[in-house]
């Protein structure tokens, strides 16, 4: 009974979404329910037609002449100012390539440099150095391991705090905070203004980490004072496999941005050969070395698929799916076996659902996976969900509840 009104509640909200459609740009399977985008999001069917142009003719073809002519060498900016329309940022501020750890470190190092400048403290009569780095305390591991080194070069010693704190933590020692703007096992949702405000006024910087917000809910890093932020672009924008992430420097402090990793692509004159380093202006300073253009222009190619995609629309139905998801679990799954982790306040949830279920949950989430409903384990006991407002279904909702119900029922026996 309850299955047929869950069913029928599903269809009709599919039948009601405004983004149904964008479902047929990606190449999914249809036998399987595919709820870990979150980690790994699917092909639009644009990347690889794209891909075989650019290996067939740019690469093929047009050879070392494509830096040129098929605008290579300036795609880390151009690449960037799409990102950066999807997570609030005005052109000019965004540059691709690298990964999210590779541009933790080139944030991380850039902020704590910024604030040893002239008269920015530790000389005589002047405040003291700032020397602490705080990293939210969930973190993502690696975002952790590279600020401790981070820490390490610059004298700086390294606190963990949980990511609600940060803004009471931060003090006249704080010289940045890093903080997943969501987390990653939780899908708790941080206050990204709140805390960003907090720091500033404590003289402190923040780092944000975008990997599990941007593509799944607007972000307005201009509007919201961010000063850095870095994501990656293979989670909620599909840019495949080890995609270029991303890096954001707020154009005020662009030309403070004294990068850890002065590679010759951030050089004024790259081609000049100089043996000294001047940087260039502007976004081009975040780069390193020579660019990863056939992933670059892969992700270029997935990200055809946000034209004329509202966030605000993404969010609604992001929101919509983890609450239906939330209500189907409630009803199929036996009392008791599984208590959510993710808040119930959308002010507060990412985009994803993480079920607490005890010993045995990466059994469950294996026989999950055999019976088509993908989704993934996080030691020691979360089942993770992650839903892709532009190809998760309702109904895709409905049957990875029902399925989870199936197997906690089976396993109790
Ligand atoms: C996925 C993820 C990363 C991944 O970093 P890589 O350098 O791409 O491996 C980093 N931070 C967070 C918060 C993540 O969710």
Redesign the pocket.
Known sequence: MSEAVRAGEAAALDAADGLAAKRAEFDLDDAVVYLDG??LGAPPRGVAGRLADVVGREWGRLGIRSWEESGWWTAPERVGDRLGRLVGAAPGQVVAGD??????FKAVVAAIRMTRGAGEGGGEGEAPLRDEVLVDAA??P??GYIASSAARMTGCRIRAVDAADMAREAGPRTAVALV???D?RTGRLHDLPGTTAALRAAGARTVW????SAGALPVRLDADGADFA???T??YLNGGP?AP?FLYVRRALQDRFDSPLPGWNSHADPFAMDPAYAPAGGAVRGRVGTPEILSLLALDAALDVWDGVDLAAVRAKSLALTDFFLRCVEAYVPQGGVESVTPRAHGERGSQVSLRYGPGAGEVMAELIRRGVVGDFRRPDVLRFGFTPLYTRFADAERAARVLGEVVAEARR
């Open positions: 979150n980690s990964s999210t750890s590779v541009n933790v973190t993502f690696t975002d997943n703007h969501v990653y980490d975008l990997c599990h870095v994501g990656c293979y989670k080890g992430a």
